[in-house]
C-alpha cells in the first residue's frame, strides 16, 4: 500500500466537505477498543491517475505469485508490460508518493505507463510475498532443476492469467526488465506464451562465469558475497551484512580466501554459496545455464531489444552474447533481435544519461533512447494498429565523438560483407604502444612483482562496500586509471599522439605472451583513452586515463575453462582475453593506452600464484609473489587486436 500524498489527502478532504455540506464532524472523545489504528483503513485515491491491483497469481503447481497491476483510469484496450522480479514488486510500485502513476514507478516503467500501458510487476517464486522456493537464477526445468517448474513456465502462467483477467487490455503483453530481471525477461522467449509480442531485457544475467555477476573468465568477484547473503540468507532480504572496516580493501585482504569469508560469516549455509564455490571451473553446472546458448538453440520467436551497457559495472558480458547468439541464426527469428548499445553504468538507460562520473555525453541519451527506439519498439508491436518503428538493427552510442549511430549489425568492424579488419596495437619496449611489430634488436620483456600481500586495487583507496549509500561502484568503470599507472606491479604502455581519429566498433582482444615464476596466476588487460594535458572548459579532464574496455583471465583457464591446468613456471605462454565491446572514437590530440597486472582487488579474490585445486579453499601458505614477463619479441609479441571500423 503506498505512502499517502498530501494533495490525495486535501482533495479528499474538499470531497467530504462538500459531501457533508461543509459541516465538522465531532469523533467520539473516548479511545475506541483495538486502539486508534483501524483495521480496514483504505487510503484515498480519488485524486490517483490509476488503479492499483494486488493478485496472487496461482502457477500449474499451485504456487501462488504476489503481483502488482498499474492500470491507467479509463484505460481500454491497453497493452501490459510484465517485469517478474526479485527485489520486491511492492518496493517496485512504489517508488514516489504521488498519485500520478508516471511518478510511482521507476522511470522507464513510469514513461510507459503515461504511454497508455498498463504495469505488471511480480515477485519471482520464494521471494518477498510470493509463495514457493527461492532459487537463484533458477535453471530450466531439466538436470539443474527436477521440479517442473522454472521462470519460463512461471512467465507463461503469468501472462495467460492476465490477459484472462485484466479486462482494460488488448491481450498484447511485452516484458522488461534490468540485470536478474532481465535474466527472467530472457527466460520468457523460451517457449513464449502466444500473447507475448515483445521483450526489452536491460543488462540481463546471460553467463554469470564468463562475465556476468559472480565470475570474469574464471576470477570470482568476490565482493558480491554481499548480495548473495541478501538474497538467499532470508526472504525479503531483511539480513544485512555490515562490513566491519570502512575500507572495503582491508577487510577482504583480512579475510583472505573466499571458503574463509564461507566460515565467518556463515555463507557456507547457503545452498547458492555452497554450488558457487563448488563448481568453479566452467563445468557443465554454469554451461547448462548459459543463456546465450539455450537461446542459441532455439528459434527467437518474440522481437527482441537488448540493452547493453557499455560501462557496465554488473553484467557486461550478457546482451551482446545474446544479442549475438539469437541473431545469427537462420530462418524465423532471424529479424527479431535488436541491439542497443548506450554510455551507460548497470540499468543506466533506465534513467538520466546526460553523463557518467566525469564524463559527459551531450545530452540525456538515456531519455533520448527511450523516446526514440525503446517505445516506438513496444507500440509497434502491442498497440492496436500502431504505425512500423523504424527502428535499425543496431542503435550504438559512439562514445568520444558523442553521438548516436544506426548500424546494420554487430560488430561494426564487418559490415557490409567486409572482413574483420584487425589492426593489431602491439606492446612495445620503452613502455610504448605501436602498430609496427617489434624489432628483434629490441628487449624481450617487461616485468614486474605481483605480491598478493599488497594486491592491485580496481579503484582508488578507500573502497567503500558494494552497496554502501556513499560507494562509487555505479561509476567505477569510467574511474580515472592514474592511480594505478605508476605502480611498479603495472605495467603501462602508451601510443604517440593521434594525428586522425581511430574508430573502434566491436571487442578488442588482448593476445598475451607472457610468464610467470609461480604456477598459476590473473592476467587484467585494460584498453584507455588518453585525454589531452589541456582540456579547454574541462581542466579536470587534462590527461584523464578513461578506461575503454577492461576485463581479467584466470590464467589456469587459459586452455579450457571447464579443465584448470597448472601454468608451466618460467615458460612463455599464450594468453587471449577478449575485453568488453566497445564503439568509441580515440580523437586526434589524444593518446592510447594499455595497462597490464595481475590482481584487481577486492573485487576479484586474489590468485594465491600456486596452483590448488579451488582457489576459494586455498591456504595462507598458498599466496606467494611472483615475477610476471610481458613479451614482445618478434615470435611472441603481445598486442591488442583493435576492432578498427571504416
Known amino acids: ?288 545455464q548459459a543463456v546465450d546458448k539455450i537461446l542459441a538453440a532455439r528459434p527467437l520467436t518474440v522481437p527482441t531489444l537488448y540493452i547493453h551497457s557499455l560501462w557496465d559495472q554488473e553484467d557486461i558480458y550478457g546482451a551482446t552474447a545474446a544479442f549475438a547468439a539469437t541473431r545469427a541464426q537462420s530462418g524465423a527469428g532471424h529479424d527479431n533481435s535488436f541491439l542497443v548499445i ?81 589492426a593489431p596495437l602491439y606492446l612495445s619496449a620503452g613502455a610504448r604502444l605501436s602498430f609496427d611489430k617489434q624489432p628483434a634488436a629490441s628487449p624481450a620483456f617487461d616485468e614486474y612483482i605481483s605480491d598478493p600481500a599488497k594486491p592491485v586495487t580496481y579503484r582508488p583507496r578507500p573502497i567503500r562496500p558494494t552497496y554502501a549509500a556513499d560507494s562509487t561502484w555505479r561509476r567505477w568503470l569510467v574511474d580515472d586509471q592514474r592511480f594505478a599507472s605508476d605502480r611498479t606491479d603495472v605495467l603501462t604502455y602508451t601510443s604517440e599522439v593521434l594525428k586522425a581519429p581511430l574508430r573502434i566498433a566491436g571487442q578488442p582482444v588482448a593476445h598475451l605472451f607472457a610468464s610467470t615464476s609461480g604456477t598459476d596466476g590473473d592476467w587484467v588487460v585494460k584498453l584507455i583513452d588518453v585525454y589531452p594535458d589541456e582540456v579547454p572548459g574541462e581542466v579536470e579532464m587534462g590527461s584523464y586515463q578513461l578506461p575503454v574496455a577492461m576485463d581479467i583471465l584466470r590464467g589456469r583457464y587459459r586452455d579450457d575453462p571447464a579443465n584448470p591446468s597448472a601454468i608451466p613456471a618460467g615458460k612463455v605462454v599464450a594468453y587471449t582475453l577478449k575485453l568488453p565491446n566497445a564503439d568509441h572514437v580515440f580523437l586526434p590530440g589524444h593518446r592510447i593506452m594499455v595497462q597490464v597486472q595481475s590482481s584487481w582487488f577486492p573485487l576479484y579474490d586474489r590468485n594465491p600464484q600456486t596452483f590448488v585445486p579451488n582457489i576459494f579453499f586455498a591456504k595462507p601458505a598458498d599466496y606467494v609473489k611472483a615475477t610476471q614477463r610481458v613479451f614482445h619479441k618478434p615470435d611472441a609479441a603481445s598486442y591488442i587486436d583493435l576492432p578498427v571500423a571504416q
Open 1 to 288: 500500500m503506498r505512502p499517502v500524498s498530501i494533495s490525495a489527502c486535501i482533495l479528499a478532504l474538499a470531497a467530504a466537505s462538500v459531501l457533508l455540506g461543509g459541516s465538522s464532524v465531532l469523533a467520539d472523545p473516548v479511545p475506541p477498543p483495538g486502539g486508534d489504528i483501524p483495521q480496514d483503513f483504505k487510503i484515498a485515491t480519488q485524486a490517483d491517475d490509476y488503479v492499483k491491483r494486488e493478485v496472487m497469481i496461482p502457477m500449474r503447481d499451485g504456487t501462488k505469485l504476489f503481483t502488482v497491476i498499474i492500470v491507467p483510469k479509463g484505460a481500454s484496450r491497453a497493452p501490459m508490460i510484465l517485469n517478474r522480479t526479485p527485489y520486491g514488486a511492492r518496493k517496485f510500485t512504489a517508488s514516489a508518493e504521488s498519485p500520478r502513476r508516471a511518478l510511482v514507478l521507476p522511470l522507464s516503467f513510469g514513461e510507459l505507463a503515461e504511454a497508455g500501458y498498463i504495469i505488471v510487476s511480480q515477485d519471482v517464486r520464494g521471494r518477498y510475498k510470493s509463495e514457493g522456493d527461492y532459487v537463484m537464477n533458477r535453471p530450466l526445468s531439466g538436470d539443474l532443476n527436477h521440479t517442473p517448474v522454472d521462470h519460463s513456465t512461471d512467465a507463461w502462467d503469468t501472462i495467460d492469467w492476465l490477459v484472462k483477467n485484466v479486462p482494460e487490455s488488448n491481450g498484447k503483453v511485452g516484458t522488461m526488465g534490468t540485470s536478474y530481471d532481465g535474466f527472467t525477461v530472457l527466460m520468457s522467449l523460451i517457449n513464449p506464451h502466444p500473447a507475448l509480442k515483445a521483450a526489452a531485457p536491460f543488462n540481463p544475467m546471460v553467463d554469470t562465469w564468463m562475465g556476468d555477476d559472480w565470475f570474469h573468465n574464471g576470477a570470482l568477484r568476490q565482493t558480491y558475497a554481499d548480495y548473495i547473503f541478501a538474497q538467499t540468507a532470508e526472504k525479503s532480504s531483511d539480513y544485512k551484512w555490515i562490513a566491519p572496516r570502512y575500507d572495503a580493501y582491508e577487510t577482504w585482504l583480512g579475510i583472505g580466501s573466499a571458503g574463509t569469508l564461507g566460515k565467518l560469516l556463515g555463507m557456507d549455509q547457503l545452498p547458492f554459496w555452497q554450488r558457487l564455490t563448488a563448481h568453479p571451473a566452467y563445468d557443465a553446472y554454469w554451461r547448462a
Open 342 to 422: 548506450g554510455p551507460w553504468r548497470h540499468g543506466g538507460g533506465n534513467g538520466d544519461g546526460s553523463s557518467l562520473g566525469a564524463i559527459k555525453f551531450d545530452g540525456d541519451t538515456g531519455r533520448w533512447f527511450r523516446r526514440n527506439v525503446l517505445l516506438p519498439f513496444f507500440d509497434a508491436r502491442l498497440k492496436d494498429g500502431a504505425a512500423k518503428a523504424d527502428i535499425a538493427t543496431v542503435t550504438a552510442f559512439e562514445t568520444g565523438a558523442n553521438v548516436w549511430r544506426r548500424y546494420d549489425q554487430w560488430p561494426q568492424s564487418c559490415s557490409n560483407g567486409c572482413p574483420f579488419k584487425s
